[in-house]
């Protein structure tokens, strides 16, 4: 889509959902290198709600399991002119899916240089 960014990547996603008869999309952001390997259990089977995962307090919209059905709201939320997807979350209601922190944040992201030296230390330290 034209704006790019997460919101657009999400319309794409949802889009592809159904073109392939899908009832559900898994999205998740490519600079997550230490999801949990539990994520889709947690996420469970489709409820028609969307799912968040989120940890130590925070929301990451970037790592959620989102209904195809949201696509016709997604066009509704899109003429607000916002382009978060916390935001569209917010507008269509969500489930937060909680994760703690043992020894690492499972939903790490990787932003800087030295968010890349860290999450290699952790992958070692993790034996991945």
């Known amino acids: 889509e034209e704006n790019g960014g997460p919101?657009?990547?999400l319309g794409n996603a949802l889009q592809f959902g159904v073109a392939?008869?899908?009832v559900a999309i898994i999205m998740i952001a490519c600079d997550m290198p230490l999801l949990p390997d539990d994520l889709l259990q947690r996420f469970g089977p489709n409820d028609g709600r969307v799912k968040i995962?989120?940890?130590?307090?925070?929301l990451h919209p970037a790592c959620?399991?989102?209904?195809?059905?949201a696509i016709?709201?997604?066009?509704?939320?899109?003429?607000?002119g916002r382009r978060s997807l916390r935001g569209f979350a917010d507008h269509i209601g969500y489930d937060c899916v909680d994760w703690p922190i043992i020894s690492h944040d499972p939903f790490f992201n990787i932003n800087q240089p030295a968010d890349l030296a860290q999450a290699e230390s952790l992958l070692k330290m993790l034996g991945r």
């Open 53 to 58: 995962a989120a940890s130590a307090g925070q």
């Open 7 to 9: 919101l657009s990547a």
């Open 20 to 22: 392939n008869n899908a």
């Open 72 to 80: 016709d709201e997604l066009a509704i939320y899109r003429q607000t």
């Open 64 to 69: 959620a399991q989102w209904p195809v059905r």
